[in-house]
C-alpha cells in the first residue's frame, strides 16, 4: 500500500504562485509513475501533469508553460510549482502514484485562485 499526502493549497490572487506537495510512504519502492489531476467545482477530475520514474515530464495544455512538475525519489515526494494563476485554475488538486498493483490518490487540497 502507498499513502499520499498533499499539502501547500490555499488562496492565492490570480496572477500569483503557489507550490503543492505530495509525500508517499509505504511501499514507495514500487511507485512508478506520478502526477497531479484536479476538480474543479462541478466538473470532473481533470489530469494536470505527470512525471515518470525517470523524470519524464507532460502537461495539459491548459497548464503547459505555467506549471512545473518535479519529484524527488530519495524523499518520495512530488511537487506542482503553479505559476500566473488565474481564477479556473481554482480544483481540488489530487496527487497520484501508480504501482503495479494499483492507482493511489491522495484526500486533495484546495487551490483557490481570486480575481
Known amino acids: 500500500q502507498v499513502q499520499l499526502v498533499e499539502s501547500g493549497g490555499g488562496l492565492v490572487q490570480a496572477g500569483g504562485s503557489l507550490r503543492l506537495s505530495c509525500a508517499a510512504s509505504g511501499s514507495t519502492f514500487s511507485i512508478g509513475t506520478m502526477a497531479w489531476y484536479r476538480r474543479a467545482p462541478g466538473k470532473s477530475r481533470e489530469w494536470v501533469a505527470i512525471i515518470s520514474s525517470t523524470g519524464s515530464t507532460n502537461y495539459a495544455n491548459s497548464v503547459k508553460g505555467r506549471f512545473t512538475i518535479s519529484r524527488d525519489n530519495a524523499k518520495n515526494t512530488v511537487s506542482l510549482e503553479m505559476n500566473s494563476l488565474s481564477p479556473e485554475d481554482t480544483a481540488v488538486y489530487y496527487c497520484?502514484?501508480?504501482?503495479?498493483?494499483?492507482?493511489?490518490w491522495g484526500q486533495g487540497t484546495q487551490v483557490t485562485v481570486s480575481s
Open positions: 497520484y502514484a501508480k504501482t503495479i498493483l494499483r492507482d493511489h
